[in-house]
């Protein structure tokens, strides 16, 4: 990211692939060892970072052919340097830069679009996230991924309190795959609806028959009460 960077490593190699050294840098910079030239001639070597494990990191893939000339003066050697194709050896290395998805639910009460009951997002069984619906029907959890990898979660609703709805017990599960795609994070969900039906608690119903006699014989016009405890809830003739 154009800053100096620790502890990334990297590698010398002659003409024969040969790995002669690798070294670790310190406050952005490296260094190999001396080289003892004992002919004279053309030396070819190359220098490559040894990309790590880190999938947030972008690793330099540059390779840089280093030719040394050798030139020999009566009794003394001279070698100088030059780095083919570039002024200078450098590494760029880059983080990825994180993404995020959305995964969209709808709810339902009695067949109708429903606003206010809360959802969760659970990931290895921990919620994450919550998210209630709105007035459309629609929730929605954003969830972040800064590494690539294959992700596991399970959308629930959190059950309310009131007792004359039936609350929907369905538990959806939504795979997400993030890979790393011309240097940056691509996240994919698996294609699930996901839809929670509540239904409201029909009531019961009951009714009374009687009769009513007088002097033993079947008579209307009377008026009769229904009481729950002291309280009059239905008349009847």
Do not use: H
């Amino acid at each position: 990211d154009g800053k100096a960077a620790d502890g990334f490593w990297f590698a010398l190699t002659d003409a024969f692939g040969n790995e002669l050294e690798r070294v670790q840098c310190s406050n952005g910079r490296f260094s190999f060892s001396q080289l003892t030239f004992k002919e004279a001639g053309i030396y070819r070597y190359f220098v490559s970072e040894i990309a790590g494990n880190d999938e947030t990191i972008i690793y330099d893939s540059n390779v840089f052919e280093v030719k040394i000339t050798v030139k020999r003066n009566g009794d003394i050697y001279t070698a100088s340097r030059s780095i083919m194709g570039a002024s200078k050896i450098a590494f760029y290395n880059e983080t990825v830069a994180p993404t995020e998805i959305k995964i969209e639910g709808t709810k339902y009460l009695d067949g109708i679009l429903a606003e206010g009951f809360e959802f969760a997002l659970i990931q290895d069984g921990e919620v994450i996230s919550t998210a209630t619906s709105n007035k459309n029907g629609k929730f929605y959890f954003t969830v972040d991924f800064a590494v690539a990898g294959d992700y596991s979660f399970q959308i629930v609703e959190i059950a309310g309190n009131d007792e004359m709805i039936v609350y929907d017990e369905a538990v959806y599960n939504v795979n997400v795959k993030v890979v790393v795609e011309n240097g940056t994070l691509v996240a994919t969900s698996d294609d699930v609806e996901i839809v929670f039906n509540n239904q409201t608690v029909k009531p019961a119903t009951v009714s009374f028959s009687g009769k009513n006699y007088l002097d033993l014989v079947l008579t209307g016009g009377f008026n009769f009460a229904l009481k729950e405890g002291n309280n009059i809830i239905a008349t009847a003739q």
